[in-house]
């Protein structure tokens, strides 16, 4: 164990850091914690978002849990290791009362009567029991236990009946279940066949490495953790080799910052650049598990460039600590320097070089770039044709740090025009009259991306025959903040900030720079109908073209004492 760690009376240790931090956010978020007796809230977390007590698993129950492990596994004074204890009870509770008749819980901003929801909770609570009786269960926490006992015990059941919304619902569901059974062993026949069906449907892991969602700011920790508890509790088979798979996939996602690139994914944190707190505890626990020296030290380094971490992250952290030991390695950064890896089945590839890396994916926004903190969220081609006139590759081909993206044009009736039927038609039939008229077709818009990822740059090569006349552009989405300067002069891109490019033009952060070339003078046509919507926290370069393109665009990056 390392040297700076909190050990509690039961031998379970937190590592100095996460207890630290843990401590800071149990004791900030009590505040918000009602103590009143006569209150039928009494317990409860009041989220400061929604106004009202919220029982779930970064609410009140991850308050609970983490009030309990402090109250275990600190060295602190009995007084407070008392007060942690009675607030832990105060809330479990509270949680226990908060359940509808179907015996589920709330997600109150979106999810009511949620059997998933009610899955983050028990999982919470059970692998907290788990713990404590690994190391024996300190007399402040026998009433916690109790009332955890209870609330899994009328729970889990309905829970498992429950369904679920999303993919990775279900290994929640069946690990929380998992959980509850290794607690209650009495109960473990009773749950098993709901386990067992939801098992049955087979790991959703892809030979990439992705879960569907491909989620790494979010869901993969999710599924991940699940696994893991799948893995230690019932050895299901291929549960940690696909943990581990989608951790080191996760790892090729990662910018030189260790900021995630979730362009791949298909949830909320699509389009995000973070670095993913919520992983940290996983590549600690499968490192451990796995002997695996690479997942450990990047479970120190994603720490050490961690920022602020909501409750719910500290505490697994500090759970996973208390379980496996905390994590002792290098801080540095032990992926290569240097990579380039094609995900086949994502239709995408990852580059990297130094500071400098790249996404290149068949999608619109097919190309994303990041130096530092200079960020490009997207190059996306777009003709102003109705209907069809974005870029939507169909096909992707990838080399020796190349890829070749192509569209022979979208199917249906576009581009092109209806004609008349020379027949009446109601007023309510258009759509229905559809099938039955002739088009007059114009040539398909057929578009050819080359993306070359060098030493220091991408290159980006875009051919369309198009229409004469037809007007078109090249749009790369940069992070709002950037300073772009060129063309002598020098301004702060705002939010939502729309600017034509001519020639060049070099984009600052406050470490890194990268210059941009290939602008364009073919017109001056603010926001054309039907393109792209630009997306909050970033400003738009425009680059103008016309009918035919054949166009090459460049973004390279420049040593920051090279332009100032």
């Known amino acids: 164990m390392p040297a700076e760690a909190a050990t509690g009376s039961d031998g379970a240790t937190i590592g100095h850091d996460t207890a630290r931090a843990l401590r800071a956010e149990v004791r900030r978020r009590a505040f918000r914690q009602v103590r009143d007796a006569g209150r039928s809230d009494d317990g409860a977390w009041i989220s400061p978002r929604l106004g009202i007590a919220d029982p779930g698993h970064n609410g009140?129950?991850?308050?609970?849990?983490?009030?309990a492990l402090l109250a275990a596994c600190d060295d602190q004074p009995s007084s407070e290791r008392a007060?942690?204890?009675?607030?832990?009870?105060?809330?479990?509770?509270?949680?226990?009362?908060?359940?509808?008749?179907?015996?589920?819980?709330?997600?109150?901003?979106?999810?009511?009567?949620?059997?998933?929801?009610?899955?983050?909770?028990?999982?919470?609570?059970?692998?907290t029991l788990l713990l404590l009786r690994r190391h024996g269960v300190p007399p402040e926490l026998e009433q916690w236990e109790r009332d955890t006992c209870a609330l899994l015990e009328g729970t889990a059941g309905a829970m498992l009946a429950g369904g679920f919304h999303t993919p990775n619902h279900r290994w929640v569901i069946a690990s929380a279940a998992?959980?509850?059974?290794?607690?209650?062993?009495?109960?473990?026949?009773?749950?098993?066949?709901?386990?067992?069906?939801?098992?049955?449907?087979?790991?959703?892991?892809?030979a990439d490495g992705f879960?569907?969602?491909?989620?790494?700011?979010?869901?993969?920790?999710?599924?991940?953790?699940?696994?893991?508890?799948?893995?230690?509790?019932?050895?299901t088979p291929g549960a940690l080799d696909a943990a581990a798979h989608n951790l080191r996939t996760d790892m090729v996602l990662l910018d030189a910052s260790l900021r995630a690139d979730s362009s791949l994914s298909s949830r909320q944190d699509r389009g995000s650049r973070a670095v993913p707190v919520s992983l940290i505890d996983l590549y600690?626990?499968?490192g451990t598990l796995r002997d695996d020296c690479e997942l450990l030290s990047m479970s120190i380094a994603l720490e050490r460039a961690a920022g602020a971490a909501e409750l719910h992250e500290l505490f697994w952290r500090a759970w996973t600590d208390a379980y496996f030991g905390a994590a002792e390695g290098t801080v540095s950064d032990p992926r290569p320097s240097r990579c380039w890896t094609v995900f086949a089945g994502q239709g995408a590839a990852r580059f990297r070089d130094g500071d400098l890396t790249a996404t290149v994916r068949r999608a619109p926004s097919f190309v994303a770039v990041?130096?530092?903190?200079?960020?490009i969220r997207s190059v996306q081609?777009?003709?102003?044709?109705?209907?069809?006139?974005?870029?939507?590759?169909?096909?992707?081909?990838?080399?020796?740090?190349?890829?070749?993206?192509?569209?022979?044009?979208?199917?249906?009736?576009?581009?092109?025009?209806?004609?008349?039927?020379?027949?009446?038609?109601?007023p309510d039939g258009w759509d229905a009259s559809l099938d039955r008229r002739d088009v007059r077709r114009l040539p398909p818009l057929e578009v050819t991306a080359e993306v070359a990822c060098e030493p220091a740059a991408v290159d980006v090569r875009l051919t369309a025959p198009g229409m004469a006349g037809t007007l078109g552009a090249i749009l790369i989405d940069v992070d709002a903040g950037l300073v772009a300067d060129g063309a002598g002069l020098a301004f702060v891109l705002r939010e939502g900030q729309e600017l034509f490019l001519a020639g060049e033009v070099v984009l600052r952060g406050e470490t890194h720079a990268v210059r941009v070339t290939g602008g364009a003078t073919a017109h001056r046509a603010w926001a054309l109908r039907d393109s792209p919507p630009l997306h909050d926290g970033y400003a738009r370069i425009v680059i103008p073209v016309t009918g035919s393109v054949r166009h090459r665009v460049r973004i390279e990056t420049l040593n920051m004492g090279s332009h100032l």
């Open 60 to 67: 009140t129950a991850a308050f609970s849990c983490a009030a």
């Open 83 to 127: 007060e942690l204890a009675e607030r832990a009870t105060a809330a479990v509770r509270f949680v226990l009362r908060a359940r509808r008749d179907s015996g589920l819980l709330d997600l109150p901003a979106c999810n009511p009567d949620s059997a998933p929801d009610t899955g983050f909770v028990l999982q919470q609570l059970a692998a």
């Open 178 to 206: 998992a959980l509850a059974a290794a607690v209650l062993p009495e109960h473990a026949e009773e749950w098993e066949p709901g386990i067992r069906a939801i098992l049955d449907e087979g790991l959703d892991i892809d």
């Open 211 to 235: 879960f569907p969602e491909r989620s790494v700011g979010v869901y993969d920790a999710v599924t991940d953790r699940a696994l893991l508890f799948l893995h230690l509790l019932r050895g």
């Open 284 to 286: 600690q626990a499968v």
């Open 370 to 375: 990041a130096h530092g903190d200079v960020g």
């Open 381 to 426: 081609f777009f003709q102003a044709v109705h209907g069809v006139g974005l870029f939507v590759p169909q096909s992707a081909e990838f080399g020796d740090r190349r890829a070749l993206l192509t569209s022979a044009g979208a199917p249906g009736r576009r581009p092109g025009y209806e004609l008349p039927l020379g027949e009446p038609v109601r």
